[in-house]
C-alpha cells in the first residue's frame, strides 16, 4: 500500500509541476533512511502541506476529507470505544445512531484495519 500512495503522490507532483520524475525518483531515494510515512516526510521537507496532500488524496480516491477541528464528537459515540481500541486503528468516532457508528480513521484504505475493528466492536462503522 505504501508504494501506492507512493506512485499516487509522485504523479501528482509531477503532474502539477513541483517535480520532475527523475528529481522524484531521487527524493525517494532519500526517503528511504528516513524512518516515517512518506506524507511526514514530505511535509517535514516543506516541499507540501499536510492538508494539501490529504486533500489530493480525498479527491484521487473519492473519500471524503473532514477537517476534525470542525466536527462535534458525540460523547455517546466516544464513550463506546475504548481508547485502545481508537488509537490502535487510528479512528475518531463521531455519531452513533442505533448500532452504526461514523468514524474519521486516517487508514482507511487497508483492509486488515476494518476487518480488525470489526473484530473488535459491535457497531457497523461508516467512515
Same mark, same amino acid.
Given at each position: 500500500? &505504501?508504494?501506492?500512495?507512493?506512485?499516487?503522490?509522485g504523479e501528482?507532483? #509531477?503532474?502539477?509541476?513541483?517535480?520532475?520524475?527523475?528529481?522524484?525518483?531521487d527524493?525517494l531515494k532519500?526517503?528511504q533512511s528516513?524512518?516515517?510515512d512518506?506524507?511526514s516526510? #514530505?511535509v517535514?521537507?516543506?516541499?507540501s502541506?499536510e492538508?494539501? +496532500?490529504?486533500?489530493?488524496f480525498?479527491k484521487e480516491l473519492? +473519500?471524503?476529507?473532514?477537517?476534525l477541528? &470542525?466536527v462535534?464528537?458525540?460523547?455517546?459515540a466516544v464513550?463506546? +470505544?475504548?481508547i485502545? +481500541?481508537?488509537?490502535?486503528y487510528?479512528m475518531?468516532p463521531?455519531d452513533?445512531?442505533?448500532?452504526?457508528m461514523?468514524?474519521?480513521?486516517s487508514?482507511?484504505?487497508?483492509?486488515q484495519?476494518?476487518?480488525g475493528?470489526?473484530?473488535?466492536l459491535?457497531y457497523g462503522i461508516?467512515?
Amino acid at each position: 500500500m &505504501a508504494k501506492i500512495i507512493k506512485n499516487i503522490l509522485g504523479e501528482y507532483f #509531477v503532474k502539477n509541476g513541483k517535480f520532475t520524475q527523475e528529481s522524484w525518483d531521487d527524493l525517494l531515494k532519500e526517503f528511504q533512511s528516513y524512518d516515517s510515512d512518506i506524507v511526514s516526510f #514530505v511535509v517535514s521537507k516543506g516541499i507540501s502541506s499536510e492538508k494539501e +496532500i490529504l486533500s489530493f488524496f480525498s479527491k484521487e480516491l473519492n +473519500i471524503e476529507f473532514i477537517d476534525l477541528k &470542525a466536527v462535534d464528537l458525540s460523547k455517546d459515540a466516544v464513550s463506546k +470505544i475504548p481508547i485502545r +481500541i481508537s488509537s490502535y486503528y487510528k479512528m475518531k468516532p463521531h455519531d452513533l445512531n442505533n448500532k452504526n457508528m461514523t468514524v474519521s480513521e486516517s487508514l482507511p484504505l487497508y483492509i486488515q484495519v476494518h476487518d480488525g475493528r470489526r473484530n473488535q466492536l459491535t457497531y457497523g462503522i461508516y467512515t
